[in-house]
Nanobody, 124 residues
Framework: QVQLAESGGGLVQAGGSLRLSCAASGRTFSSYHMGWFRQAPGKERDFVAVINRNGGSSYYADSVKGRFTISRDNAKNTVYLQMNSLKPEDTAVYFC?????????????????WGQGTQVTVSS
């Protein structure tokens, strides 16, 4: 069992930056690949980024590539999402999630555990 808790969301102007954190409970954090997803009102939950167990590999949605960076610290049981050059279309609730399927990391159906989400609002 893994419990996840996101933090770091807020209101930021376009062009600004935010760093999201996701703290995991339990001693099995390093067994999971970790992903970030986002969901805007009235829309489906979309893939943002995923990082593998040891932090050595990651991939991103095209919409955030070059602006967002996912990282993790297994000693702190935490995964991060650094978001730069934010745009109003990045406004959403951001969720972290844990999966054992790195290759299928874009698909939310392959994730076993989810956090409650943190709101990110980007004003124009």
């Amino acid at each position: 069992q893994v419990q996840l808790a996101e933090s770091g969301g807020g209101l930021v102007q376009a062009g600004g930056s935010l760093r999201l954190s996701c703290a995991a409970s339990g001693r099995t954090f390093s067994s999971y690949h970790m992903g970030w997803f986002r969901q805007a009102p009235g829309k489906e939950r979309d893939f943002v980024a995923v990082i593998n167990r040891n932090g050595g590999s990651s991939y991103y949605a095209d919409s955030v590539k070059g602006r967002f960076t996912i990282s993790r610290d297994n000693a702190k049981n935490t995964v991060y999402l650094q978001m730069n050059s934010l745009k109003p279309e990045d406004t959403a609730v951001y969720f972290c999630a844990a999966t054992t399927y790195y290759s299928f990391g874009r698909d939310p159906k392959h994730y076993d555990y989810w956090g409650q989400g943190t709101q990110v609002t980007v004003s124009s």
